[in-house]
Nanobody
Framework: QVQFAESGGGLVQPGGSLTLSCRAS????????MGWYRQAPDNQRELVAN???????NYVDSVKGRFAISRDNPKNMLYLQMNNLKPEDTAVYYC?????????WGQGTQVTVSS
């Protein structure tokens, strides 16, 4: 069974940085484009960034120049480096394939940007 385990969230002041990690299991990780998603209260889950198995990346406009997605295929790990964080980045962050083909999600990791 495919499983995702996200970690690295926390409380940070505006302008601060965090690095999120996602460990995937039960899948041939390198074969899939992977994405980071986020869901703020009362909002739908949205794709923030994705990365192909070879490293080609895409970002939603609101995070371009601030976030960087990366992966370590041998370790089945996905990362999201987040810099210059803003209050509107506050959300629970999840990883999954992109597009989503795994129906269940991990527990996510909470990111709160507040002074």
């Amino acid at each position: 069974q495919v499983q995702f385990a996200e970690s690295g969230g926390g409380l940070v002041q505006p302008g601060g940085s965090l690095t999120l990690s996602c460990r995937a299991s039960g899948m041939i990780f390198s074969a899939f484009r992977m994405g980071w998603y986020r869901q703020a209260p009362d909002n739908q889950r949205e794709l923030v960034a994705n990365i192909s198995g070879f490293g080609t990346t895409n970002y939603v406009d609101s995070v371009k120049g601030r976030f960087a997605i990366s992966r370590d295929n041998p370790k089945n790990m996905l990362y999201l480096q987040m810099n210059n964080l803003k209050p509107e980045d506050t959300a629970v962050y999840y990883c999954n394939t992109s597009p989503v083909i795994v129906p269940h999600w991990g527990q996510g990791t909470q990111v709160t940007v507040s002074s």
